[in-house]
């Protein structure tokens, strides 16, 4: 438990081991420091995020083809499958920051996994429901309890409770273990989620794009819009994360204040 | 069967739903950073 005039995660510890450990995963552990970085990078990421993301939204409704197989319920990708990336991205930082959290004791891996949450939360479930459109013209069906779509709604599920765990520790005033742990086990999903079309016979498509064999079988004129709409919602969900922290930050400074003034 | 009110609608709700989160987290941070300037100037 923290002392007196030292906040909840170490904030002013964190602010004097940075100044004595220069390597650099803890170069941004003093939240000053950190702070100083990300305040000009949340507007930069956000107005850089959002040219993209309507740039590439405007290329995908209007100057993108329409599928032979599919038609025109084809455009639904530019915002499903980014939708998808971030809902999976999500949990892997919160799996990364967690495992920062418990072996290296990081102070601002929690911060971070909380921050997490919320935006994952959110892309996973407009990758439920943007699916969900896709699927009704395309599969005549807006459900099917298949692979990919059961494993991403246990995903959200698991977005639910990492939020609840979380808020309920914050509450107590604990240190976020259970939350940590909870992050890394949840991270098993994230295998069955992609490996999913692979293992079962699904009715969702299997894999088009990939990175490993850097090949896809996408026409490059409806390449270009979705790697435009994945990169552009991406910087929009680190500035929505950046955001985040540095209000649980300003928090923790709050709390730390109270608790010294307390003390006195 | 048409396909445009289904593509119209998972844009719409991606565009709403991306623009909360933001909304709601830039106030979030704004409020969290206005207590903390203020607790900052306490004596």
Known sequence: MPGPGKGKLGFDAAHRSAKQTPDPMHAFANPARFLKIARPLTGWLGWTGALLAVGALAAGLFASPSDYLQGESVRIMYVHVPAAWLGMAGWSGIAAASAMQLIWRHPLAAVAARALAVPGAVFAALCLATGSLWGRPTWGTYWEWDGRMTSMLVLLFLYLGHIALGSADRERGGEGRVTALFGLV???????????????????????????????????EMLWPLLAAALGFSLLFASAVLMRMRAELARLKVEARLRRMASE | MNHWPF?????????????????????????????????????
């Not at chain 1, 894999?207 to 996408?218: D, E, H, T």
């Not at chain 2, 119209?8 to 933001?22: D, I, M, N, R, S």
């Open chain 1, 186 to 220: 949840g991270a098993i999903n994230l295998p069955v989620i992609h490996y999913s079309v692979v293992w079962w016979n699904t009715l969702h498509q299997g894999q088009s794009i990939s990175f490993v064999r850097a090949s896809s079988s996408i026409a490059p």
């Open chain 2, 7 to 43: 593509i119209l609608g998972a844009y719409a709700l991606t565009v709403l739903a991306t623009l909360g989160l933001l909304g709601g987290s830039w106030a979030a941070m704004r409020r969290a950073e206005r207590q903390a300037d203020a607790a900052g100037r306490t004596p």
